[in-house]
């Protein structure tokens, strides 16, 4: 059921509509959970205070009136603003995804929908670095970057600032987890603050979880991520894999590399950690994929590019699927495959 209320309005030609709203908008003299009216010639805009109206600065014709509008209880975004924003949720914090043209209304509308949401913020970088961090802009809410994420049943205390973190990876990690057997030894070369390696350890705690990150803002995450999931099974360690990985030569049944940019550089290390007898490899990259062209086509190119940088090693490839979008026409794809150190079984390497 709708309610329906009288109040002060402004009319103005269709025409002029937009502009006036906006202006309405920035003095803060726009009623957000009215519903705006139209008819063939007008646009009606509810006042939160008609006698201010001169703090709006309008250069058009308007009329003053009053009207019944109906009550936005459970508006969308899109009523209160016109605007379809994409956004991703990371605790109590939303990122915009998409450059709009009135950020700052979806911001407070975000807000006003959401009581969970405390900070509504947008992307000002890409994904950058070595330690892949993204700047973010926050326009609305509480000044900070840090917060708690939920996920799978874990607590992730992260800033989005200074660590990279994708809640899109969720279905992902659940999916990982759900592969490890009690016993197993699992490297997560590129950890993070733990998404992979806490559920891991969480789900089997007779695993044991090696978490490798070169980001120190990342392990200082893990490390109090660690405590607060109350798991003893995951060993947090800060460097470069690169430099670090001899230390775990021979160690493991299972190997994480989700450093979809690079990863591919670093298959050497992650052969030689495995257990001699061999292990599975979580291997993820990013393929482009041309306009038309089936996933099929994509995924081949990243079983190809796993297969060519595995040198002495032989593998067979148990999986592989689309993981996410990464960018327009390009994603990443997700490879699971059983590594062997050496050419196995009389020089086989399996593509399925
Ligand atoms: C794409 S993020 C993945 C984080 C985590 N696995 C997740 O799902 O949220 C890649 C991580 O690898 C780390 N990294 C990059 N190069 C590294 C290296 N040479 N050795 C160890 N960690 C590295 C970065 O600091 C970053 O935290």
Same mark, same amino acid.
């Given at each position: 059921?709708?309610?329906?209320?009288?109040?002060?309005?402004?009319?103005?030609?269709?025409?002029?509509?937009?502009?006036?709203?906006?202006?309405?908008?920035? /003095?803060?003299?726009?009623?957000?959970?009215?519903?705006?009216?139209?008819?063939?010639?007008?646009?009606?805009?509810?006042?939160?205070?008609?006698?201010?109206?001169? /703090?709006?600065?309008?250069?058009?014709?308007?009329?003053?009136?009053?009207?019944?509008? +109906? @009550?936005?209880?459970?508006?969308?975004?899109?009523?209160?603003?016109?605007?379809?924003?994409?956004? +991703?949720?990371?605790?109590?914090? /939303?990122?915009?995804?998409?450059?709009?043209? %009135?950020?700052?209304?979806?911001?407070?509308?975000?807000?006003?929908? *959401?009581?969970?949401?405390?900070?509504?913020?947008?992307?000002?970088?890409?994904?950058?670095?070595?330690?892949?961090?993204?700047?973010?802009?926050?326009? /609305?809410?509480?000044?900070?970057?840090?917060?708690? *994420?939920?996920?799978?049943?874990?607590?992730?205390?992260?800033?989005?600032?200074? &660590?990279?973190?994708?809640?899109?990876?969720?279905?992902?990690?659940?999916?990982? @987890?759900?592969?490890?057997?009690?016993?197993?030894?699992?490297? %997560?070369?590129?950890?993070?603050?733990?998404?992979?390696?806490?559920?891991?350890?969480?789900?089997?705690?007779?695993?044991?979880?090696?978490?490798?990150?070169?980001?120190?803002?990342?392990?200082?995450?893990?490390?109090?991520?660690?405590?607060?999931?109350?798991?003893?099974?995951?060993?947090?360690?800060?460097?470069?894999?690169?430099?670090?990985?001899?230390?775990?030569?021979?160690?493991?049944?299972?190997?994480?590399?989700?450093?979809?940019?690079?990863? *591919?550089?670093?298959?050497?290390?992650?052969?030689?950690?495995?257990?001699?007898?061999?292990?599975?490899?979580?291997?993820?990259?990013?393929?482009?994929?041309?306009?038309?062209?089936?996933?099929?086509?994509?995924?081949?190119?990243?079983?190809?590019?796993?297969?060519?940088?595995?040198?002495?090693?032989? @593998? +067979?490839?148990? @999986?592989?699927?689309?993981?996410?979008?990464?960018?327009?026409?390009?994603?990443?794809?997700?490879? %699971?495959?059983?590594?062997?150190?050496?050419?196995?079984?009389?020089?086989?390497?399996? &593509?399925?």
């Amino acid at each position: 059921m709708s309610f329906i209320e009288p109040c002060p309005c402004v009319k103005v030609r269709k025409e002029h509509g937009e502009e006036v709203r906006l202006a309405l908008k920035a /003095a803060n003299l726009l009623r957000t959970d009215l519903r705006i009216q139209h008819d063939d010639e007008f646009v009606y805009l509810p006042l939160t205070a008609e006698q201010v109206l001169e /703090a709006a600065e309008l250069n058009v014709e308007i009329e003053l009136c009053n009207r019944e509008f +109906e @009550a936005l209880d459970k508006s969308s975004i899109v009523e209160l603003t016109g605007l379809k924003p994409s956004y +991703e949720i990371v605790g109590d914090i /939303a990122v915009l995804t998409t450059e709009l043209p %009135d950020a700052e209304a979806v911001a407070s509308a975000i807000l006003k929908l *959401h009581r969970n949401i405390k900070v509504v913020a947008r992307r000002k970088s890409h994904v950058e670095g070595v330690f892949r961090r993204r700047k973010i802009e926050i326009i /609305a809410g509480e000044q900070r970057t840090e917060t708690m *994420h939920k996920e799978n049943g874990c607590r992730y205390k992260l800033d989005l600032e200074r &660590v990279y973190f994708n809640p899109r990876l969720a279905t992902e990690r659940a999916r990982v @987890a759900s592969l490890v057997a009690p016993g197993e030894v699992v490297i %997560d070369m590129f950890a993070g603050v733990g998404p992979f390696s806490i559920l891991i350890a969480r789900r089997v705690p007779e695993s044991r979880v090696i978490a490798i990150d070169i980001n120190p803002d990342a392990i200082r995450y893990l490390r109090e991520n660690i405590r607060l999931n109350g798991v003893t099974n995951v060993t947090p360690v800060e460097g470069d894999v690169r430099m670090l990985h001899s230390e775990f030569m021979d160690t493991a049944d299972r190997i994480i590399m989700n450093l979809p940019g690079n990863a *591919h550089e670093y298959l050497p290390e992650a052969i030689g950690m495995l257990k001699p007898e061999g292990g599975t490899i979580h291997f993820y990259t990013v393929e482009s994929m041309n306009r038309g062209e089936a996933s099929s086509a994509l995924l081949d190119k990243a079983k190809q590019k796993f297969m060519m940088y595995l040198r002495d090693a032989s @593998a +067979e490839i148990l @999986a592989a699927r689309k993981v996410k979008a990464y960018a327009p026409y390009a994603y990443i794809a997700g490879i %699971d495959a059983k590594v062997y150190k050496q050419v196995h079984g009389g020089g086989r390497r399996n &593509v399925r």
